[in-house]
């Protein structure tokens, strides 16, 4: 397939990048600073400022599908409107290009831990989580509502469990809806190469249209 990847420079979005091209994939990967990334084969950088939904539709035209590990920074003050205003030009800018299929990677912050309960509405998360990153899962919470009212793009949306950590890769996962996966009454986790293992599966055997779902080790 013809993929761009947002966020390729990133730690869930470098992982994409690998994992995407080791299957064959061509990637153009959009960066506002293209030397930032290494010339691999099968890759193709494209500058692009994915706050500008025009820039997004040009740098994307012609793929087969968009996958989207956009994400400002966690140290960025104005992460959450950054996030949400990013959120919305890379979608405006999908369906400007007449791209059907675009995967959104989220956070964890959005699973369910009881009924009507969010992750990231709860004493335990704003106790354990940096407060720098707390506006991020608010906006990557609030950016699954607004895609949950999106019917032009063919679109997945995927959470991470709450423990996402560098590691190896096994090609072995769960996947769930959307309520936080617990393993031994802990909350479950994944190497970020795992998820990206089933973020490509999901590319190239699509199972959630238009839905979210949580993946887990």
């Known amino acids: 397939m013809n993929v761009a990847l947002i966020g390729a420079t990133g730690f869930v979005g470098s992982a994409l990048l690998n994992e995407l091209l080791s299957r064959g994939h061509a990637v153009r990967a959009l960066a506002r600073t293209p030397a930032k990334l290494e010339a691999r084969p099968g890759l193709e950088v494209v500058q692009a400022d994915v706050l500008d939904s025009t820039q997004v539709a040009r740098a994307v035209a012609g793929v087969d599908a968009v996958v989207s590990a956009y994400n400002p920074g966690w140290n960025e ?52 989580v940096p407060a720098n990153v707390v506006p991020g899962a608010r906006a990557a919470r609030d950016e699954l509502a607004r895609m949950q009212g999106e019917t032009a793009l063919d679109w997945t949306f995927v959470s991470p469990p709450p423990l996402l950590a560098p590691g190896e890769r096994t090609g072995r996962y769960q996947t769930g809806g959307d309520e936080v996966p617990m393993k031994a009454g802990i909350p479950a986790g994944i190497s970020s190469a795992d998820l990206a293992a089933a973020i490509v599966d999901e590319l190239e055997q699509p199972t959630h249209i238009r839905r979210r779902f949580v993946a887990w080790s």
């Open 77 to 128: 003050p104005k992460l959450y409107e950054l996030f949400m205003a990013g959120s919305k030009a890379i979608a405006d800018g999908v369906k400007q290009a007449g791209v059907k299929r675009l995967l959104v990677v989220g956070g964890a912050g959005s699973l369910y831990v009881a009924p009507g309960v969010q992750l990231v509405d709860t004493p335990e998360f704003a106790g354990q």
